[in-house]
């Protein structure tokens, strides 16, 4: 009798620890999850942008399908985490995916999330029925620099203490500066260069070095679903560049917008919708 008893509070502790991790396993992304239907939608966000940035969009398709919308650990003003890096965030939405039994969904990603929907769907093949990679690229780097090569255990600490070193008016002063070159909206400006500035200087100084080093042309070759790509309109005068670091993606439908520079949910909103709408269908 007392060995069954032993057995049995063995197993209720055994429970109770998996039940206590199942609830304290951190993702590095908060999400909000909206809309009821069949299929699924996960918006990822660009480098240090909230969630937020995907609200006209989500607002047009919650009605028709479930969205979890991401902001990514230590950008816009959500807490860090330690060890961010394009690959964990990568694994980690995977494994969100896995863990939440969401069926085949559709990933939806601006700018660096562009870059990690392309990453998810070509390591994880079997777990994406769709992707739209808004405005990216397999390796940004390569577009300035056509023999760059990625470098392995590349060391971001000379990029991070840049970032941390800056005053906050100076940072601010930078991306007050830089934000006009990717977004043509003037009413949006003072809400993303927020973001930027609300965003954790560690994380930013070192997603943006590791984000410049990454190098997926290759990789995407062992994409199987269907693949939307959207560029701004300035891309299209650099049209056999970009769609040369594609070549390797055999279901991409490149589409380039007529109007406004990076943020195009923003700048050719018309356009962007209907794209989505017709790729979605």
Request: aromatic content about 12%; proline content about 4%; some cysteine.
């Amino acid at each position: 009798m007392k060995k069954y008893i032993i057995l049995i509070i063995a197993f209720l502790f055994s429970a109770l620890c998996l039940n206590v991790f199942a609830q304290t396993k951190q993702f590095p992304f908060e999400v909000l999850k909206t809309g009821n239907g069949n299929q699924s939608i996960i918006f990822i966000p660009g480098f240090a942008s909230s969630g937020d940035v995907w609200n006209e969009t989500r607002a047009t398709f919650e009605n028709q399908f479930t969205c979890y919308t991401l902001t990514m650990a230590g950008f816009a003003g959500r807490k860090p985490q330690p060890n961010a890096s394009f690959e964990n965030w990568k694994n980690g939405i995977a494994s969100y995916i896995k863990e939440n039994n969401i069926e085949k969904p559709i990933l939806i990603g601006h700018s660096m999330g562009g870059g990690i929907a392309l990453a998810i769907a070509a390591d994880y093949p079997d777990l994406i029925s769709k992707i739209v990679v808004v405005d990216a690229l397999p390796c940004l780097a390569a577009l300035s620099d056509p023999n760059f090569k990625s470098k392995m255990n590349n060391d971001c600490s000379s990029m991070v203490n840049q970032m941390t070193g800056m005053t906050n008016d100076q940072f601010y002063d930078m991306q007050k500066k830089t934000m006009p070159r990717l977004l043509a909206d003037a009413s949006k400006l003072d809400m993303v260069v927020d973001w930027s500035v609300k965003s954790d200087r560690t994380t930013f100084g070192q997603m943006y070095c590791d984000f410049y080093n990454i190098d997926l042309r290759e990789r995407i070759a062992q994409i199987k679903c269907p693949t939307l790509i959207l560029l701004e309109s300035y891309f299209i005068n650099l049209k056999p560049a970009i769609e040369d670091q594609y070549k390797n993606l055999k279901t991409a439908n490149f589409q380039y917008a007529t109007n406004g520079l990076h943020f195009i949910m923003y700048d050719d909103t018309a356009w962007y919708l209907e794209q989505l709408s017709t790729f979605l269908k």
